[in-house]
């Protein structure tokens, strides 16, 4: 919604009521999320790109998961933590800006505005690749909207840690870069999260990864870890936070030979002076971009509604295992909620040997820890014990009780091999399909732990090469060949890279089917690249032309198969 604008306003009124806006308390109150909303406002509000200026605006809401050109898939998590004494930003009588002291960081009113406040970072002004970032922005709003009507379940927390650590609070628009704040996101190179963590980095930094449960997805665990990882670069490069940010995209080993080779040339060793990789030298100016846009939307045509400065969730103990379809009613919210902010936990439980807690809305942590304490073990986790019968095997107990063969062997901790006839088993008494995003999560560890592989064949690209040409002479469709690779067909290739050609081969693996609910906003790109599919298999999976539009509510058919692995 584009917000009214003030003509003329008196100076002494305009402060007085701002300061006095800034100063209200608010007090947290559940409601479903609903995402804010991002408008266009009309073209004559719109400035140059290359003349931002540092003004208070509103906050913006959510986006789309389609990154900007050349956005980073799989950068390693880093942290970083920002500033603490902060200060408003009011306009004065002539239109310039104007910062009042004294302001604590909990008394803005507007998430952003405490933001603003403690931006440290250059703006990149008279810097091209800055300008052609904010460019992109400027013109997806409504990938804004989707990244920022996410961000408002994080933001707070995130941007409370950085202040802690007096790390600068642009850091807090990296996950805009890294992932459109989408928990679930997960790249072709296996990074996971909000701050787009590989395994390797992730376990570096403390994040545990298995079958219950991946820290990298965790909203309060990966933000530490990327925190941990930016404050340790920054220290690494002598305190130059573009170069920790770069070597956050391509590994400090690169910046760090880079800078070498510049020092013995006798060249700057800056980030605008150094050699690195394309998708580093946009990756810095695409986060100075959002730093721009963020602090004065409207001479780019946008306007944000306001993000509220208080909490959203609470972090609460659970002192053990529990179903998380329990764990929502005790807590008097919806499972997909409660998934939405414990991305970590990709079953239908919290993992056995911890973490044990969990992230609830504020207002629903206290009846949940009243109700958790009235529960007994096998209440906590919906289970009921079965006697294996003649006949039963492991797969048979599974879709009896509507579950997966994995979910019996962990449960029980069972070997591979057959059941013993007079056992008892645990089994999930009441398991209801997991949230499209948890079921997918679920998939991607399972297809990649615990089986034996054959490597996959690989093709190194040659100059002039393309997908539709490597396709065509190793007779395949153009489509299942970016499938394999996370690539879409049009999607150029590089001299030297590394191409599949066949997805390796696995111990064999059930397809397994599921349904979508189409949500207000989806688009049939949008859903093919949430489920790693191609759009003709989508389409074809529901007999669907490229001519089909779809509606909310619709159901689309999903196929899971190995090449989720």
């Known amino acids: 919604m584009t917000r009214p604008r003030l003509r003329n306003p008196r100076p002494a009124l305009l402060i007085l009521t701002l300061l006095a806006l800034s100063a209200c308390a608010h007090s947290p ?10 408008a266009v406002l009309p073209a004559q509000a719109a400035a140059p790109v290359s003349t931002a ?56 009113g507007d998430l952003f505005d405490r933001m603003r406040a403690g931006f440290k970072l250059d703006d990149g002004l008279n810097h091209r690749a800055v300008d052609e970032q904010l460019r992109w922005y400027a013109n997806n709003p ?39 704040f989408e928990p679930y996101a997960y790249s072709p190179a296996s990074a996971a999260g909000l701050w787009q963590f590989i395994p ?23 933000t530490r870890a990327a925190l941990d990882y930016l404050q340790y670069l920054h220290d690494e490069f002598n305190g130059d936070w573009l170069l920790a940010i770069a070597a956050y995209n391509c590994g400090e080993a690169l910046v760090e030979r880079a800078a070498a080779a510049n020092r013995a040339a006798g060249r700057s060793v800056d980030f605008w002076s150094l050699w690195l990789p394309g998708e580093t030298r946009a990756y810095v100016p695409k986060l100075l971009a959002m730093k721009r846009l963020v602090s004065d939307p409207e001479s780019y045509g946008i306007a944000f509604s306001p993000i ?33 902010l414990n991305p970590a936990f990709h079953r239908f439980a919290t993992d056995p040997s911890g973490p044990f807690f969990l992230l609830l809305p504020v207002d629903a942590s206290d009846v949940f820890s009243e109700n958790i304490t009235q529960l007994t073990e096998e209440q906590r986790l919906g289970l009921t014990r079965y006697t294996v019968r003649r006949g039963d095997s492991v797969v048979s107990v599974a879709k009896r009780f509507n579950t997966t063969a994995a979910v019996i062997r962990e449960m029980n901790d069972l070997p591979q091999g057959p059941l013993t006839v007079g056992e008892d088993v645990r089994v999930p008494s009441a398991v209801t ?6 079921m997918l999560a679920a998939a991607q560890v ?52 590394r191409i599949k050609l066949s997805q390796g081969s696995a111990a064999p ?44 509510g619709q159901k689309l058919h999903i196929h899971l198969g190995p090449r989720h692995g």
């Open 29 to 38: 109150s559940h409601a479903p999320h609903t995402p804010a909303a991002v």
């Open 53 to 108: 200026t540092t003004v208070p605006g509103a906050a913006v809401a959510a986006t789309s998961l389609l990154a900007p050109p050349g956005q980073p898939q799989d950068a390693a998590t880093a942290p970083v933590a920002a500033a603490a004494d902060s200060a408003a930003l009011v306009i004065d009588p002539a239109g310039t800006p104007t910062q009042v002291a004294g302001l604590a960081p909990t008394q803005y």
């Open 142 to 180: 409504e990938y804004l909207q989707r990244a920022f009507g996410r961000a408002d379940l994080y933001l707070y927390y995130i941007v409370t840690e950085l202040e802690r650590r007096n790390m600068p609070l642009e850091i807090a628009l990296l996950p805009v870069v890294e992932s459109a």
């Open 200 to 222: 390797g980095t992730g376990s570096r930094f403390g994040l545990k990864q298995d079958w219950w449960y991946d820290g990298r997805r965790d909203i309060v665990e990966s």
């Open 308 to 340: 509220p400065n208080q909490p959203y969730f609470a972090r609460v103990q659970t002192d053990g295992q529990i179903n998380m379809k329990l764990a929502a009613e005790i807590a008097g919210i919806s499972p997909a909620e409660l998934y939405e």
């Open 433 to 438: 399909d997991l949230p499209a995003k948890v």
């Open 446 to 497: 399972d297809g990649g732990h615990g089986r034996s592989r054959t490597r996959a064949h690989v093709q190194v690209v040659r100059r002039g090469e393309s997908l539709w040409s490597i396709a065509r002479r190793h007779g395949m469709s153009v489509d299942t060949l970016a499938m394999m690779n996370g690539m879409h067909p049009d999607d150029a290739l590089r001299a030297g890279q």
């Open 509 to 552: 693996h059930k397809v397994r089917h599921m349904t979508y609910t189409v949500r207000e906003g989806d688009t049939v790109p949008q859903i093919a690249r949430l489920f790693q599919c191609s759009v003709p298999q989508l389409l074809a999976w529901n007999g669907l032309s490229s001519k089909s539009h779809i509606h909310t």
